[in-house]
């Protein structure tokens, strides 16, 4: 089972600040891991990260950018749909839009492909059915106020 935290790999600071500024309003910030790269995140996964130790579930999804430096995000889909271990979804945000890396996520086990909103307004609904799947994400916001 998947726990309630997300783990959003993002390698723009600006982009990854958003992020995790959305889902500060809905999320306390404990259920919410920022890293810059791939590597990172499966460093995270692996329990690898100095000071903040394993978790005892992975994530309840991974929001992954896919033009990320070093490994790609495809290269990731591919590592962690590898992986029997770790099963977690994982959702695209990114800049691309272009229908072959939409179907290339899928294929390497994407559950969603987004294109990066520019107000980033509706990534609540996207990432909160994932980690609070048992209340609708515009109640919640409307609960967050």
């Not at 959003?8 to 500024?21: K, M, Q, S, T």
């Not at 309003?25 to 790269?37: A, E, G, K, M, N």
């Not at 977690?88 to 229908?99: E, G, Q």
């Not at 390497?108 to 609540?124: C, I, Q, R, T, W």
Request: net charge negative; aromatic share 6%; proline share 10%.
């Amino acid at each position: 089972m998947s726990g309630g935290y997300v783990l959003v790999v993002e390698d723009n600071p600006d982009h990854r600040f958003l992020v995790g500024a959305i889902l500060r309003r809905f999320l306390p910030p404990t259920d919410i891991c920022l890293v810059d790269s791939a590597e990172a995140a499966i460093r995270y996964l692996c329990g690898m990260i100095p000071g903040d130790g394993p978790r005892i579930e992975p994530p309840g999804l991974v929001v992954l950018d896919l033009d990320l430096p070093g490994m790609s995000g495809f290269e990731f889909l591919e590592w962690i749909g590898s992986r029997s271990d770790i099963e977690v979804p994982v959702v695209v945000l990114t800049l691309s839009s272009h229908p072959a890396n939409r179907q290339r996520a899928r294929e390497l086990g994407a559950v969603e492909f987004h294109e990066k909103p520019a107000d980033f307004g509706s990534l609540a609904d996207i990432v909160l059915p994932y980690v609070r799947p048992q209340i609708p994400a515009r109640r919640q916001r409307e609960e967050a106020g």
